[in-house]
């Protein structure tokens, strides 16, 4: 089971994962008092689909006036939106993400898949973020790490740093993405996930991590578990 970015950040957050302020709306009347309760004076509107892509289709947009969030939600509510992850027909989008805006200095990859040869839970790290992974992978091999964690170890602070030397941060980010890693491996496994992708993981201008993104799929075999996942909503600013 697919969940969509709003929900995978709630999720995040859950876990004292860094993400942005942000509101979820399914009708365009609601933007003006979206905008007005995460504050600021920009915003970033996102389609909401189960399809990566969105930017380059226009399903992702960076706003300075709530009037904008409403024309952006009139544009693609109810419609369907084209990426080079969908078919020629597209997804419907029924929800709209408004998110505080992040200042980005560096766009990171990093994400975690089951590797049924291994029996281990992987995490994919590079830092070439925002891009394509596939094609990372066939034309700089060298800017991606696969490392696998043994569940049985419980401190898996050595596998965060080898991760972090590949996404070549800094000491002080070094620090924040070993407990990164910790809550990322604690939601993987507690949430029954079968993939979590951060695409990008950002620096923001402060030097500090930021999950921009958010994809999680939920193992279809875990869904008799008493969990509901279909009506998460992101916590705003008090």
Known sequence: MNLHEYQGKLLFAEYNLPVSRGKVIFDAKDAID????????????????????????????????????????????????????????????????????????????????????????????????????????????EKII??????????????????????????????QFIPMIENLLRLFVEKDLCLLEINPLVINKNGDLHCLDAKINIDSNALYRPVSYTHLTLPTKA
């Open 34 to 141: 979206a905008c007005d309760e995460i504050g600021g004076d920009k915003w970033v509107v996102k389609a909401q689909v189960h399809a990566g892509g969105r930017g380059k289709s226009g399903g992702v947009q960076l706003i300075d006036n709530p009037e904008q969030a409403i024309e952006f939600a009139q544009k693609w509510l109810g419609n369907r939106l084209i990426t080079y992850q969908t078919d020629a027909f597209g997804q419907i989008v029924n929800s709209i993400l408004i998110e505080e805006c992040t200042d980005i200095s560096q766009e990171l990859y990093l994400s975690a898949v089951i590797d049924r040869d291994t029996q281990k839970i992987v995490f994919i790290g590079s830092s070439e973020g925002g891009v394509n992974i596939e094609e990372v992978a066939k034309n700089s091999p």
């Open 146 to 175: 696969y490392q696998g964690i043994d569940l049985d170890n419980l401190n898996n602070q050595e596998d965060a740093i080898s991760i972090a030397k590949v996404l070549r941060l800094d000491d002080v980010q070094t620090k």
